[in-house]
């Protein structure tokens, strides 16, 4: 199983996705139809050839930044650029691979980084944690449990996720999407935490603010070199 | 603000015709181009499409600065959407202009449009010389009449539908493109467009008008300028069909031309309006004047 090939929509460009589209704004609490159509940046989803959204890889992945995630990391509801990798990547000037998959469990995060691992010798792994109710069904189709049905299989499968790949790997930068993780115990890494500046287009995902903010952590976890003053 | 992007402009123009919407719409569309900004010339809205949620999404997802007109008497094509059309332009463009210019000149502009020449803008010498008016002629003034209700009548729409438009001055428009954009949209970059040369040039051109004075550095700068326009509408942001409108009729052969113009001055500053000012004949001569040395005819 090729967990760094994902075998949808590769090599294509569109404007909306998932949940960002203006029919789902009309049903969201933070944002109306009228938000989501003068949102003021331009919002593409352009799709490389090993069906991220991000431009090609480049041959050499010896230094590169592994970025892991779901829909927070791909960016849905925002413009590439202002997703955490883009940031990281245009702060610290290290390219910034953006492995993040729409709804995506921990699960399949978790065998994305092993495979990274095995086959990559990484030397920086981000990993953007899912939501504890979403289990894996088959490589590419996970379950959404309603969060009121949270119990502690939920709980123990985040635990397996996160432990397994933070004793293969121990300098992983580890965050979640914004959720309540008052009940993760017994991790053997830090859980970053963050708070929650902005929303994108969608009134769901976050956007550049909150980004920001999450990549200065990860530039002082890695003691990153800082270019903020190129822009 | 975000440091990563610009944030999208999206520019209307409201338009009755006969004030020079046209020309603001394509010269800025070039400028920002040149400047950098990728963006799209839809022209009217209503040319696009006239199905209010198809129009909602392409100009929505539309990635380019985008750059169109809308006018009360093409905006009933929306049918029972109107007052939603207008409604959504109204809070979806994030600048929206109307061109001042002497409403009796507009009102003459518009009334020999629409039953002299039957042609509002010409875009080549081929245009000009087919378009161009007899030596003499007149407009009628029941005609003009009904040209200033409807102009009367494109002030209430505007204050109606668009409190907050904002105002450009026909004459820097005309005089200084390159300076008003620059002023307006807080462009940076120096590069250097002469939007006004080139304009100065074409409507010489069209008219045989001496232009040896030129030299082949400013002859080339039109040339790139032609070919920058053509690129352009190669990529689908402009219409190559409809490039820059050309000056077609100034106030001099108005004043030359229209055998009653007199007459319908009379008619201009005796119509109540709040929205006309008045002007006497001696103000029209002397801006004629000042136009006659801009285009150095």
């Known amino acids: 199983m090729d967990y760094l090939t994902y075998p949808f929509k590769m090599n294509t460009i569109s404007s909306t996705t998932g949940m960002d589209n203006i029919y789902n704004s009309a049903n969201r609490p933070r944002v109306s139809i009228k938000d989501w159509v003068t949102y003021p940046y331009p919002i593409s989803y352009s799709i490389n050839s090993k069906g991220f959204r991000d431009s090609e890889w480049p041959d050499n992945l010896d230094d590169v930044v592994w970025c892991l995630g779901d829909s ?70 996970f379950i959404h449990y309603k969060e009121d049905e949270l119990n502690s299989k939920s709980v123990e499968e985040f635990r397996y996720c996160f432990n397994t790949v933070n004793d293969l790997l121990p300098n992983i930068y580890n965050t979640t999407v914004p959720t309540d993780v008052s009940d993760l115990t017994q991790l053997n890494n830090i859980l970053h935490k963050y708070e929650l500046l902005d929303f994108g287009r969608d009134g769901f995902h976050f956007d550049y603010l909150t980004a920001e903010s999450i990549v200065d952590s990860i530039m002082q976890h890695f003691n990153f070199r800082r270019y903020d003053n190129e822009l | 603000m975000s440091k990563y992007l610009n944030k999208l402009k999206r520019v209307l123009v409201l338009t009755p015709d006969g004030i020079g919407s046209t020309y603001f719409q394509r010269s800025l569309t070039v400028y920002l181009n040149y400047h950098g900004y990728l963006t799209k010339n839809y022209h009217d809205l209503c040319n696009l499409t006239t199905d209010l949620p198809t129009l909602v999404k392409t100009l929505s997802t539309d990635r380019t600065n985008i750059v169109a007109r809308c006018s009360p008497y093409r905006s009933t094509e929306f049918g029972n959407d109107t007052k939603k059309y207008l409604k959504f332009c109204s809070y979806f463009f994030t600048d929206i202009y109307v061109i001042s210019r002497c409403s009796f000149e507009s009102v003459l ?26 030596k003499s002629y007149s407009i009628e003034k029941d005609l003009f009449i009904e040209s200033l209700k409807y102009f009367e009548d494109f002030y209430v729409w505007l204050d109606k539908y668009f409190p907050k438009h904002k105002v450009i001055s026909y004459t820097d428009l005309i005089t200084n493109p390159d300076t008003l954009f620059k002023n307006e949209f807080n462009i940076t970059s120096d590069k250097n467009l002469s939007l006004l040369e080139y304009n100065k ?44 409108p050309i000056k077609k009729i100034t106030l001099r052969e108005k004043l030359n031309e229209i055998s009653n113009f007199r007459e319908l001055l009379d008619v201009y500053n005796n119509y109540s309006s709040n929205h006309f000012e008045k002007i006497s004949f001696q103000q029209i001569n002397d801006r004629a004047v000042i136009e006659d040395n801009l285009w150095t005819i």
Request: proline share 4%; net charge positive; charged share 25%.
């Open chain 2, 109 to 134: 502009s518009y009334s020999n449009t629409h039953k002299g020449t039957g042609t509002l803008n010409v875009y080549s010498k081929e245009q000009y010389k087919q378009n161009k008016n007899k």
């Open chain 2, 201 to 244: 040039f074409n409507t010489k051109r069209v008219r045989n008008k001496d232009l040896t004075k030129y030299c082949s550095e400013q002859l080339l700068k039109f040339i790139e300028i032609t070919d920058y326009i053509q690129y352009l509408s190669k990529k689908g942001l402009l219409d190559i069909k409809k490039p820059f």
């Open chain 1, 72 to 141: 927070f990391t791909k960016g849905v509801g925002v413009p590439f650029e202002h997703t955490w990798p883009s940031i990281l990547q245009t702060i610290s000037k290290k390219r910034c691979i953006n492995l993040g998959i729409n709804g995506a469990a921990n699960r399949l995060i978790l065998n994305i980084a092993k495979q990274i691992i095995s086959e990559h010798n990484p030397k920086y792994m981000i990993i953007m944690w899912s939501y504890k109710h979403r289990r894996y069904e088959d490589p590419w189709q």
